[in-house]
């Protein structure tokens, strides 16, 4: 089969965020398992490669971004998968999750074992944080992250490998304590969880700003997201990264997230997204009604217009039991991934390079309330800060009186 592929490197604009599709579940089980030429010889409806993150390979599309988690660092990554990061950016979490939800403890995964394996395999790592939110006190929480930041500031050596800060806290006034004490260690920039809400996102920014941390002038830095997920909040990022270019801080936005795995474990097939729609995952059928449509998608297709749909050529196959986690599940995923990439393509197009006006304009209402409040923020930050989150709570509050329940942003705000 025969088509164009589609290259979603962000090489002709710096300034726009990066985004880490994050495989888990089904899709990695198979990974684990084949060779993408295993696949391909296998199974009826691989056509292609799925290592999209591989300009050498045969894919589907390319897009040079891989997210791992700290559970991979059992395996030689360029041995095992042929990730190798001279060619594909690499983010490799540290662990702190795993830490927090017991399924390592400080002995079993050192710093040293966090910071050696990410030197060797990684283009960015978040320090190895203890997230203030589990049995240890803010201010044990603190000090461990305080004593990971101190040790890669003094243990590290390779210049392929950019090290993030990472913020943790319950709230404003806890962001403002962990950030001052940790500020001082010279990193690469600083990584947060979202928290699910654009409060959370917006408010560590602001605080970075008011406390002189992100500036013009400063050595350009990275600011991640962890498991940012929806469309709107994909807007959200595009917008913030707007602000920051247009205050000319060399900021560089970036998030991850699992929804394209999520969503196909829970038979998810993409189409489209829908700015409109509650999730904007568009093949919202679970696993059992995708087989019970099967008459259906025999006449009509998938509808969709993807690489890795047109590649599809035995729906039988596809929807077989014997094989199914085998083919639905990760080209499921491909599907999913490569929409949110169209999706994120087509916003930081339009928010970052092209004409926000235009976009204002042609968006709900509420996205463009939200970014007046946004803007607003973002060139005032100092005078506006303390309003911060009693502003975006009171359009968020908006969100839910004048919109249907489902409305994205609403969600999105409720966290
Ligand atoms: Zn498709």
Request: hydrophobic share 40%; net charge neutral; with cysteine.
């Amino acid at each position: 089969m025969v088509f164009d592929r589609m290259d979603f490197s962000n090489t002709f604009n710096p300034r726009t965020p990066y985004f880490w599709p994050v495989m888990v579940g089904g899709p990695y089980t198979t990974v684990k398992k084949y060779t993408p030429q295993e696949c391909i010889d296998k199974y009826d409806n691989y056509v292609k490669s799925y290592k999209y993150w591989d300009k050498s390979e045969d894919n589907y599309f390319y897009y040079p971004h891989v997210f791992l988690s700290a559970f991979y660092s059992r395996y030689n990554l360029k041995k095992k998968s042929g990730i190798d990061r001279d060619r594909t950016l690499v983010f490799a979490d540290s662990g702190g999750f795993q830490l927090l939800s017991k399924k390592a403890t400080p002995e079993t995964w050192t710093r040293a074992m966090a910071l050696g394996w990410a030197e060797e395999n990684a283009s960015i790592t978040p320090i190895l944080d203890w997230p203030s939110r589990g049995e240890k006190s803010f201010a044990e929480s603190l000090a461990f992250t305080e004593d990971s930041a101190r040790y890669a500031v003094e243990n590290r050596s390779s210049d392929k490998l950019k090290i993030l800060n990472v913020v943790s806290g319950a709230d404003i006034t806890e962001y403002g304590a962990w950030i001052d004490k940790l500020k001082d260690y010279p990193l690469d920039g600083w990584a947060h969880g979202g928290g699910g809400t654009l409060i959370a996102m917006v408010e560590v920014i602001i605080l970075m700003i008011n406390k002189g941390i992100y500036r013009p002038g400063m050595k350009p830095a990275i600011h991640h997201l962890f498991g940012i997920s929806s469309p709107a909040s994909m807007t959200w990022v595009a917008f913030i990264q707007r602000m920051l270019n247009k205050l000319d801080i060399p900021v560089r936005m970036s998030y991850d997230a699992s929804s394209a795995s999520m969503a196909i474990g829970m038979g998810k097939w993409t189409r489209d997204i829908n700015i409109n729609g509650s999730s904007g995952w568009a093949f919202a059928k679970k696993n059992l009604e995708l087989k019970e449509n099967f008459e259906h998608f025999k006449v009509f297709g998938f509808g969709c217009d993807c690489p890795v749909c047109r590649g599809i050529t035995n729906l039988e196959e596809l929807l077989h039991q014997d094989t199914y986690t085998s083919t639905l599940y990760l080209l499921g995923f491909l599907n999913n991934v490569y929409h949110q990439l169209r999706f994120k393509h087509s916003m930081d197009h339009m928010m970052i390079l092209g004409n926000q006006e235009l976009f204002t304009a042609c968006m709900p209402r509420l996205y463009s309330k939200t970014f007046k409040v946004l803007e607003e923020l973002f060139l005032n930050p100092e005078t506006k800060a303390h309003s911060l989150t009693a502003d975006l709570i009171k359009v968020g509050h908006q969100a839910m009186e004048s919109f249907e329940p489902k409305n994205p942003l609403t969600s999105f705000m409720e966290g």
